[in-house]
């Protein structure tokens, strides 16, 4: 690209870009860098749990471990503030839970309360905390010692938290194929070992990773959900139903086993209009970021290009793409 062999290209590390155009043709203009709006459905990027482990059954230790992560000093320190917090698991969309449950979400809910998170028929949607980024996480990580205090998880001899009932440590093993995620894990250890939890990050390769993911050794793992999905249907059923929850090799990763969470995806799975399907996959989102079954991670809310001055581009483009076959030679 730097010689000129290659007309255009997208860039997808903010590493890269805030770093690596820096030869003489960016410098002195011949080289065309743009920032365009994306509106492409961003879906859920983030740690998944294995919610087959004991020691993830509550949904308060979820949480507590999900506050050990300072996004917003991690998009100043490592991502060069590129990033936006996924918040929602159709998260771009019209299927975005936002506020209270509507009276549609209510009716599907209400059936389904003795089972469902608290809170969730009463408060806006669950969403990432934030902080200040300067690095001090205090204030989350003294609601997380208050989450893990209440699930009864406490501090020992040995500095470690205990299960008063099996007398185990809490522990939380990162498990990943991709070297690059130890920077971000890195500082959500320290947080961790602040706590009193014992955080390790084993990297393997491709093949065992997959092999742990089908047969579910692991604790924690990367995952990628409903990225430019536009409209849920049924691959919610596969990823989030009971019965496939303990199937090995099944897209239920994280062995949800939830009837309220059956239900909504049956509903979204059988609408037959937006007015059936909006409400069911709104519920749905609600439910699942009650649940914590995620910690959330980022999202580029632009394209990053840069082309050499030998195209034109139309002034407006459209909101999910770059419509390169639109632009023209000059």
Not at 137 to 163: C, F, S, T, V, Y
Request: avoid cysteine; charged fraction near 25%; charge should be positive.
């Amino acid at each position: 690209f730097k010689a000129g062999q290659v007309d255009l290209r997208e860039e997808y590390l903010a590493r890269n870009w805030a770093n690596a155009y820096d030869f003489p043709a960016a410098k002195t203009g011949g080289l065309v860098r743009k920032e365009v709006a994306s509106g492409r459905p961003k879906g859920m990027q983030g740690f998944m749990f294995n919610l087959r482990k004991e020691k993830f059954a509550d949904a308060r230790v979820r949480q507590a471990i999900g506050l050990a992560m300072d996004f917003e000093w991690m998009n100043r320190a490592l991502f060069f503030n590129s990033y936006a917090r996924n918040r929602s698991f159709f998260q771009g969309t019209e299927f975005e839970a936002k506020g209270t449950p509507s009276k549609q979400e209510q009716a599907l809910l209400m059936p389904y309360k003795e089972v469902l998170p608290t809170g969730v028929l009463e408060q806006d949607a669950a969403s990432p905390l934030t902080t200040d980024g300067s690095g001090n996480n205090r204030a989350l990580l003294i609601k997380a010692q208050g989450l893990l205090n209440e699930a009864g998880w406490k501090l020992g001899p040995d500095g470690l938290r205990h299960h008063p009932t099996t007398g185990e440590a809490l522990t939380v093993e990162f498990l990943i194929n991709q070297g690059s995620l130890e920077r971000v894990i890195a500082p959500m250890r320290k947080s961790l070992m602040k706590l009193g939890v014992e955080a390790k990050i084993r990297v393997v390769d491709d093949a065992q990773y997959q092999k742990r993911v089908d047969s579910r050794q692991f604790d924690v793992i990367s995952s990628v959900l409903n990225t430019s999905l536009f409209f849920p249907g049924a691959e919610q059923e596969a990823m989030w139903q009971s019965a496939q929850a303990d199937m090995e090799g099944s897209n239920n990763v994280a062995g949800m086993k939830n009837p309220a969470v059956d239900a909504l995806v049956k509903q979204i799975k059988e609408a037959q209009t937006i007015d059936e399907l909006r409400p069911a996959a709104q519920a749905l989102d609600r439910v699942l970021r009650a649940e914590y079954v995620m910690i959330p991670h980022w999202h580029s809310p632009i394209f990053r290009i840069a082309y050499w001055p030998r195209f034109d581009m139309p002034p407006k483009t459209p909101p999910y793409g770059l419509a390169t076959g639109a632009w023209w030679a000059r």
